[in-house]
């Protein structure tokens, strides 16, 4: 079963979206990034799908959850990447994520991860 | 008249009349007499009397659409083209057909003095002919024209669309004019592809000179900023009038929580500010190299 | 006068098959030269729609076609299942319907995407739905 890969940096996790994210591999990302959060006591995640043409409902749902998981385990969640026509899209269909936040690109995102820990008071 | 044969030698014959007749004809009735540079008139009409004379050599094709008659029409569309973008009118192109028929019917009626029923055939024939190329030649220009005004609006269009990196990371956008829904549009996809180009944090939508704002455009602009958003950006909106603030109100449309600045200095400071920077006076020292 | 140029039915019953028929649109979508976002726009609503005939109408086809109306060409996409329908299709319209919690109907986001767009449903008796994009001048 093929899953995606999330890489460790640091103190945070980044993971890139290259392929189709049918049900199975999303499920299986959650599961993968919350067993990863939870041994690796990150900071922050970073979502880049800026390989990504199409993002639906679902995998607008998808990252919305990522995010409230984190969240829950006490990190930052920064989606970096969204194309132009994609971004149009996902806002057309009346999901603007709100509670997200977003960058760029890979560099801007970690900027703002630094960023958001320094806010928060973390060393 | 048997075949056209006598149609080529009969304006062989006659060239130098014609020709002289038709060009005076040309000028003494043009409205754009301005327009018209004698030299290259004459070499206009010599290039397509020879040409015509050329097609009507092997039978007369009155419909004017066979393959005899390619290099003619197409003599004829360049016309069309190189006029309409001079300022010629549509008639005074079409004239450049139309004022032959005159020259050339007496050069005709001169060649059959008999009269009668074959003269009165030719006389048809020619017409016809002459009357097909005018047509067609009408049309070329209107096509000419048509293709003027698209590529017009389309340069409008762009020059009215402008994305400008003001400051590092910071795009400004001033939109000018009436905004449609089209046009609102293209406005919005070129503001996104100018944050991903530029790498910009910020973008300032400016509509100081946009007269009046309509729900469907309050709608696309709230929609533009919230897909800047979605790719990282943040979107201040200056510019707006009394006028407009009112109408937006009355709308009922709900700006969020979507900065907004009375114009687009103010804007820029904001912007300046949210990447950490400001605009300070340098004192001036005096020069002290030493 | 609409003209249908060339049309496919595509199987609609595993994932697999629904990433085939999204590639499908987004493939005639680009052979048609169709802008970034008006196909950006129709694939995902492909995919919501299709998703939907998967997981609501428990399987069913997506039949893509291509037209051409007045020199002007467009993709016709027909999503057609028999599941359980929809009960209240204004309601399953209404973004209410795709919240994040549920896994929801995305019908309406579905129609802002597109420029033509029809459902006929019926308790009982499945889900038709017909989805146009035509090409933008």
Redesign the interface.
């Known amino acids: 079963m093929d899953r995606i890969p999330i890489l460790k940096l640091q103190d945070y996790l980044l993971v890139t979206i290259q392929v189709?994210l049918?049900?199975?591999l999303a499920i299986t990302l959650q599961d993968d990034l919350t067993r990863q959060l939870s041994v690796s006591h990150a900071r922050g995640v970073l979502i880049d799908i800026s390989a990504l043409?199409?993002?639906?409902?679902?995998i607008?749902?998808t990252l919305?959850?990522i995010a409230a998981m984190a969240r829950i385990m006490d990190a930052h969640t920064v989606i970096?990447g969204?194309?132009?026509?994609?971004?149009?899209?996902?806002?057309?269909?009346?999901?603007?994520?709100t509670g997200i936040k977003?960058?760029?690109?890979v560099d801007?995102?970690m900027d703002?991860l630094l960023a958001l820990n320094t806010q928060a008071g973390h060393p | 008249m048997n075949g056209s044969s006598n149609l080529s030698a009969i304006i062989q014959e006659n060239e130098k009349r014609i020709l002289e007749t038709w060009i005076a004809l040309q000028v003494g009735t043009s409205s754009s007499k301005g327009l018209i540079n004698e030299g290259e008139l004459r070499t206009q009409s010599a290039n397509f009397l020879s040409g015509f004379t050329a097609a009507a050599r092997d039978g007369l094709d009155v419909e004017t659409r066979g393959p005899a008659w390619d290099e003619v029409r197409s003599f004829l569309a360049a016309l069309s083209r190189s006029r309409a973008v001079q300022g010629f009118s549509p008639s005074d192109t079409a004239r450049f057909v139309f004022s032959l028929k005159q020259p050339l019917l007496d050069a005709v009626r001169k060649s059959i003095p008999e009269g009668g029923s074959t003269l009165a055939e030719a006389f048809m024939q020619v017409s016809a002919v002459l009357d097909n190329l005018g047509l067609y030649t009408f049309e070329a220009f209107q096509k000419g024209r048509e293709q003027i005004i698209q590529r017009q609006q389309q340069e409008l269009l762009e020059l009215s669309t402008p994305v400008v990196q003001i400051w590092d990371g910071i795009l400004a956008l001033p939109l000018i004019g009436t905004l449609d829904s089209e046009r609102t549009q293209t406005v919005?996809?070129s503001l996104?592809?100018g944050?991903?180009e530029q790498?910009?944090?910020i973008a300032i939508i400016d509509i100081t000179g946009v007269p009046t704002v309509d729900t469907l455009v309050a709608q696309h602009l709230l929609?533009t900023v919230?897909?800047?958003?979605?790719?990282?950006?943040e979107c201040i909106i200056s510019g707006i009038r009394p006028q407009i603030a009112q109408t937006i109100v009355h709308l009922g449309v709900d700006l969020g929580d979507v900065v907004t600045k009375a114009s687009l200095a103010e804007a820029l400071r904001v912007a300046l500010r949210k990447r950490g920077q400001e605009v300070s006076t340098v004192a001036r020292t005096p020069r002290d190299r030493g | 006068m609409i003209t249908e140029v060339r049309k496919v039915r595509l199987d609609l019953h595993s994932?697999d098959q629904?990433?085939i028929a999204?590639r499908t649109v987004?493939e005639w979508a680009t052979d048609l030269g169709f802008g970034?976002?008006e196909?950006?726009?129709l694939?995902?609503a492909a995919?919501?729609i299709g998703?939907n005939t998967l997981v609501h109408g428990k399987g069913g086809d997506m039949t893509i076609a291509e037209l051409s109306r007045d020199g002007v060409a467009g993709l016709a996409l027909e999503f057609q299942d028999s599941g359980p329908g929809i009960a209240d299709i204004a309601q399953a319209m209404t973004?209410g319907f795709?919240t994040?919690k549920s896994m929801?109907l995305?019908l309406?986001?579905?129609k802002?995407?597109v420029n033509e767009f029809a459902v006929q449903s019926e308790p009982g008796r499945g889900t038709r739905v017909n989805l146009i994009q035509w090409k933008r001048r």
Do not use: Y
């Open positions: 189709e049918h049900d199975q043409e199409i993002v639906d409902s679902f607008g749902r919305a959850h970096v969204m194309r132009p026509a994609v971004a149009i899209t996902l806002v057309e269909l009346g999901m603007s994520l977003t960058a760029l690109n801007k995102g703002l | 919005m996809e996104l592809e944050i991903v790498e910009a944090t929609k919230a897909a800047a958003r979605l790719m990282g950006a | 994932q629904l990433s999204r987004q970034s976002l196909r950006t726009k694939v995902t995919s919501e998703r973004d795709t994040a929801g995305g309406g986001g579905a802002r995407l």
